[in-house]
């Protein structure tokens, strides 16, 4: 996939414009560079490993907000058979910022639900740059209850900077949407996975994000603020966002190791957006095994289970 | 407008930067003069009698102290009701004599390894001789079971870490086993950033306790006070059977400025206050100070099945 290097990812992108230029030179004056083309070749090998398998917090975040990076959408097309999208929260509106409905994974009835970012302007006034409204988070609830009426099992994809911070959302009370998500979810009699594949924006991805499995993408952030958000408060200064994302933890490893999420979905190498097919299959797979777990449980133990996993978060003494 | 987005999630509790409640701060008197007369008299700061006379921030009424917490820190001239303290409150509104302290040893732990964050903890410690931003306990209500739980905006905001999280579980959790009616008085900032994503998950936590308070069909009532914004607001405080707010106190999500800064507009008048969430339909009632306990009196009495 074409697309533009992110800063720290310069040098690999020089390394490969050099590659193809050598390439080009090798055949079109039919000179033998083969062990020129292989230095550099292992070259591109180094410098990627160097530069993927060491990635700071903020480097993963900016890959997080990759605009090519796969989207909602584009996992449930690729995971998914026969998604069958519904509209509405029947009161005020359709939020395009979260889609959801019916789809099959592998036979597996799903309703899946999640926020939705566009990649051009257009796209991103429809979908609110995946900031959803009330309406979002109600039309959310309805297709999960839907959901739980018929023994579909619930799958929310998470990749949101926050729920809208706007007049209306305040409003039509953004808060209690969200909160009511909260405790609703706690209590569906259902297997619900929740895996951020984004940004993991504070309370407005903790809406959809009450599961019996919490995944996260390689390359995902999960936080309750955003790093600039810290850095403007702690630093005085948005540039310190690459501190402050240290200080936060928030990559899917930082989370694992805090015990809030159950598993880190590796990306291919250099983040998602580079492979779009790599990452729906990894993604499928792991999401196909947790749904099996699950579905072998029974219900009252499930939601046993669900409440004790989130009853426990939290660190104290006395 | 991309910018303003990053900041979307940035609604945890702000500090210094004006999500505070300066319009309900309590001024000693000492405010009212200017420095060059304080220097006259040769005193420094900690001679002033502080705290004796509190001036109200919005009609600029003076009330000693004394008349002040006789009348529920409420100002006589305006009905401005001042930021309260959590023993204030719980003395206001349960009934005397019976509220019994729970949980009162839990203590914050620096969990994510966040500068300074546990001196930070310690001198609110020492400045309000609180543990923590909430205090939670048993307590008899017009004569009903309750537990209730008070948050004291003075500690850090009244941000929602681990401790508040666990405080406020712990009390829906006794109240289920025990049948009681909850009764949570919520000022927060939101959830508290130097505890990261542990913060975040509070908001679950304390809303999976709700889930089976709710379920067991007990009556919760919220009441909102000055100010409730953020991760609180989006967990537990806006679950009530009833949601009741204290007049004109400050209620949201988002902080007015990254509200106004996302979507450049210009915010309706009396925007997030109160009588705003009333006009919308987002809370049952609105009560004075002085009706609220029997206000809560009245509700549980309806709400209990016995
Ligand atoms: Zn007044």
Redesign the interface.
């Given at each position: 996939m074409n697309t533009e290097p992110l800063d720290f990812e310069k040098p690999i992108f020089e390394l490969e414009r050099q590659l193809v230029d050598l390439r080009e030179l090798s055949s079109s004056k039919n000179i033998d560079m083969d062990s020129e083309i292989r230095k550099i070749e292992e070259k591109i090998t180094r410098t990627k490993e160097q530069t993927y398998r060491n990635l700071t917090a903020w480097q993963r975040v900016q890959i997080a907000r990759h605009p090519q990076r796969p989207y909602t959408l584009d996992y449930v097309d690729r995971c998914f058979d026969d998604f069958l999208e519904l509209h509405g929260d029947r009161h005020i509106g359709d939020d395009q910022s979260m889609p959801g409905g019916f789809a099959d994974l592998e036979g597996r009835r799903c309703v899946v639900v999640g926020q939705q970012k566009g990649r051009n302007t257009k796209d991103n006034l429809l979908r609110n740059?995946g900031?959803a409204h009330p309406e979002g988070y109600r039309k959310a609830l309805r297709l999960m209850r839907m959901g739980e009426k018929f023994g579909a099992a619930i799958v929310a994809l998470i990749d949101t900077?926050?729920?809208?911070?706007?007049?209306g959302?305040?409003?039509?009370?953004?808060?209690?949407a969200?909160?009511?998500n909260?405790?609703?979810m706690?209590?569906m009699r259902v297997p619900i996975v929740a895996i951020v594949i984004g940004e993991g924006?504070?309370?407005?991805?903790?809406?959809i994000?009450?599961a019996d499995r919490v995944l996260m993408l390689e390359n995902a952030y999960?936080?309750?603020?955003?790093p600039?958000?810290?850095a403007?408060?702690l630093w005085k200064d948005r540039k310190h966002a690459p501190e402050a994302a240290n200080?936060?933890?928030?990559t899917a490893t930082d989370?694992k190791e805090?015990d809030?999420i159950d598993e880190v979905i590796p990306e291919p190498l250099g983040g998602a957006h580079r492979d779009h097919v790599a990452a729906s299959a990894t993604l499928k797979t792991v999401l196909r095994r947790h749904l099996a777990e699950l579905d072998a449980i029974g219900l009252d133990e499930l939601l046993q289970l669900r409440?004790e996993k989130?009853?426990k978060?939290?660190?104290?003494?006395? | 407008m991309k910018k303003a987005f990053a900041e979307a999630s940035s609604h945890a509790y702000i500090e210094g930067t004006g999500s505070g409640p300066p319009r309900n701060t309590t001024f000693p008197i000492m405010a009212l003069f200017k420095r060059p007369s304080l220097k006259g008299l040769g005193l420094k700061k900690n001679d002033m009698p502080e705290g004796l006379w509190h001036k109200c921030p919005e009609c600029g009424q003076i009330s000693h102290e004394v008349d002040l917490k006789q009348r529920k820190r409420v100002c006589q001239k305006c009905d401005h009701h001042f930021t309260m303290i959590a023993s204030e409150r719980i003395e206001m509104i349960a009934d005397p004599g019976t509220f019994q302290e729970i949980d009162a040893g839990l203590d914050s732990v620096d969990g994510l390894g966040f500068k300074n964050y546990l001196e930070k903890v310690k001198s609110y410690q020492q400045k309000t001789g609180l543990k923590e931003a909430i205090v939670t306990g048993r307590a008899k209500i017009g004569g009903r079971p309750a537990v209730i739980g008070v948050m004291d905006f003075r500690f850090l905001g009244a941000s929602m870490g681990s401790v508040v999280g666990e405080k406020v579980t712990r009390a829906i959790e006794l109240a289920t086993d025990e049948k009681a009616t909850v009764v949570l008085f919520s000022a927060s900032g939101g959830a508290r950033m130097h505890e990261g994503i542990l913060s975040l998950m509070q908001m679950a936590k304390t809303s999976g306790a709700l889930a089976r308070h709710h379920l067991a069909r007990l009556p919760y009532i919220s009441v909102l006070t000055h100010p409730t914004t953020g991760g609180v607001t989006a967990s537990f405080s806006t679950l009530g059977d009833v949601i009741l707010a204290e007049p004109r106190c400050m209620i949201g999500f988002a902080g007015p400025r990254v509200v106004k800064e996302t979507t450049h507009q210009n915010l309706p008048p009396g925007f997030q206050t109160a009588e705003f969430m009333m006009e919308h339909g987002l809370v049952d009632r609105i009560v004075h100070r002085e009706e609220m306990r029997e206000t809560l009196s009245r509700l549980i009495r309806y709400m209990s099945r016995a």
């Open positions: 740059f900031s900077p926050g729920a809208y911070p706007g007049i959302a305040e409003e039509r009370n953004i808060a209690e969200i909160a009511f909260l405790r609703e706690m209590t924006g504070s309370g407005g991805a903790l809406g994000g009450v999960y936080s309750v603020i955003s600039e958000g810290c403007a408060i200080t936060l933890r928030i989370l805090l809030i409440y989130f009853r978060f939290g660190k104290f003494k006395g | -």
